[in-house]
């Protein structure tokens, strides 16, 4: 059984950046994907980032675009990481790691099976 721990959620103000992590254990790796998504109180969870697991390609949301970065971590690759630069107050959300298998809408966080605990950031304005 895959399990996902987040880290490296907190406090910043607007225009500051942060950098997640998504340490990943157990296993077997059957996964494909792994990706980042984020929860605000009283909305539904959405889509902020994805890497294939395999071949390092990376989709994001139209509001991560040109903010966030995805990457894997080549030295330990059980890690997965998320730098966060530009924060504004409306990227405040509880943040969750997932992975799930090679087929399934990339976007969709039904199409997950795995999933950590979540990290909070808080941006202040």
């Known amino acids: 059984q895959v399990v996902l721990v987040e880290s490296g959620g907190g406090l910043v103000q607007a225009g500051g950046s942060l950098r997640l992590a998504c340490s990943v254990s157990?296993?077997?790796?059957?996964?494909?994907?792994a990706a980042w998504f984020r929860q605000s109180p009283g909305k539904e969870r959405e889509f902020a980032a994805a890497?294939?697991?395999?071949?390092?390609?990376?989709?994001y949301s139209d509001f991560a675009k040109g903010r966030f970065t995805i990457a894997r971590d080549a030295a330990a690759e059980n890690t997965v990481y998320m730098e966060m630069n530009n924060l504004k107050p409306d990227d405040t959300a509880v943040y969750y790691c997932?992975?799930?298998?090679?087929?399934?809408?990339?976007?969709?966080?039904?199409?997950?099976?795995?999933w950590g605990q979540g990290t909070q950031v808080t941006v202040s304005s």
């Open positions: 997932a992975t799930r298998g090679q087929y399934g809408d990339l976007y969709a966080a039904g199409q997950y099976d795995a």
């Open positions: 157990g296993g077997p790796f059957g996964f494909y994907v």
């Open positions: 890497i294939g697991w395999s071949s390092g390609a990376t989709y």
